[in-house]
């Protein structure tokens, strides 16, 4: 295993005794949460634009949800409807009550749809439903083997045009484990391998900014089930008119 600097920060799913507050989930970096949803949305705007999906009706799944902390700040405000999953119970009452009050589905075309109190290990979504699946700070808490048996079942969930939005913490090479909290930090290369088993193609991936140096850094991925279009590569004048190795 390679260590790297930096502190883990994940949502501490599977943990009963954790608060459900935003500082609790967020293993006491509550003050980090501005930051992080100022960069969430900002690169989940320029995928709505880019994909052209503003125009119908858009159900997210927001997995490993917590309290319901992205779904509130964030997903509530694109999506028609959302999906929670997350298996710590009392978290996920947390997020039920919090939007049942805060949001009055009677006039808010917006609202939370489904409560799933499943481990990722075990949950197949209903084939086709959602635009987009929402993974951040949890994929930490899987296997190899059960990161991508989930992704692989994850993606028959996809609407066509869908796409995965994975923000994760990365090591700077190979891989840390944290003991304590029973979760793997993965390097950027090590994510793209593992994109790779499941039939998954990058779409684009932009780094989270703003968090605090001791920190891991953590990056943004945007995947799609389809293979993004292929370019034809040209040869710059410069290449061509370099000369050629003599043997």
Known sequence: ??????????????????????????????????????????????LLRDRLLRNRHLVALDCGSGIGRITKNLLIKHFNEIDLLEPVSHFLEAARETLATEIDVATDQHSAANFF???????????????????????????????????????????????FILKENIAKTGFVLDKEDRSITRSDLYFRQLFNQCGLHLYKVKDQTGLPDELFAVKMYALTVDKPRSTK??????HINLPGIIK
């Open 1 to 46: 295993m390679t260590q790297t600097s930096g502190t883990a920060m994940v949502l501490l799913t599977g943990k009963s005794n954790v608060e459900a507050s935003v500082d609790g989930v967020l293993g006491g970096y509550g003050h980090v949460n501005d930051q992080d949803l100022k960069g969430s949305e900002a690169f989940l705007n320029s």
């Open 117 to 163: 109190c499943v481990p990722l290990q075990e949950f197949t979504p209903e084939i086709g439903r959602y635009d987009v699946i929402w993974v951040q700070w949890c994929i930490g808490h899987l296997a190899d083997d059960d990161f991508v048996s989930f992704f692989k079942r994850a993606k028959t969930g996809l609407k066509p045009g869908g796409f």
């Open 233 to 238: 590569k040209t040869v710059s004048k410069q």
